[in-house]
Nanobody, 128 residues
């Protein structure tokens, strides 16, 4: 599975961006997808997760109410709509897929180790 994230860029605080992630190389869309982010000098942190069906989502507290994860399985694409962006949201954003393991639930979806494939990341910079 190859993951290609796109949609990053430079935006002012309070603005919005929508990231996209399009898995390829494996038929079907029956895997959970997550977004993580990594700021310079910091660990890669969980942002959001969505189940393969799209009927369940889970968010980090830091983005809850501002970010929305969704997916369009017909287009084989996962999105991260980011609103009310803050300078502390500046990071490289990565999408990741759970392909081989079981579905996760709640806070278990924040564990980097359960994701089997990772994209290269897209830079999001929020200016103050």
């Amino acid at each position: 599975v190859q993951l290609q994230a796109s949609g990053g860029g430079l935006v002012q605080a309070g603005g919005s961006l929508r990231l996209s992630c399009a898995p390829s190389g494996r038929a079907g869309s029956s895997y959970g997808m997550g977004w993580f982010r990594q700021a310079p000098g910091k660990e890669r942190d969980f942002v959001a997760h969505i189940t393969w069906s799209g009927d369940s989502t889970y968010y980090a507290d830091s983005v809850k109410g501002r970010f929305t994860i969704s997916r369009d399985n017909a287009k084989n694409t996962v999105y991260l709509q980011m609103n009310s962006l803050k300078p502390e949201d500046t990071a490289v954003y990565y999408c990741a897929a759970i392909v081989y393991g079981p579905s996760c639930l709640g806070s278990g979806c924040a564990d980097r180790k359960i994701y089997d494939y990772w994209g290269l990341g897209t830079q999001v910079t929020v200016s103050s």
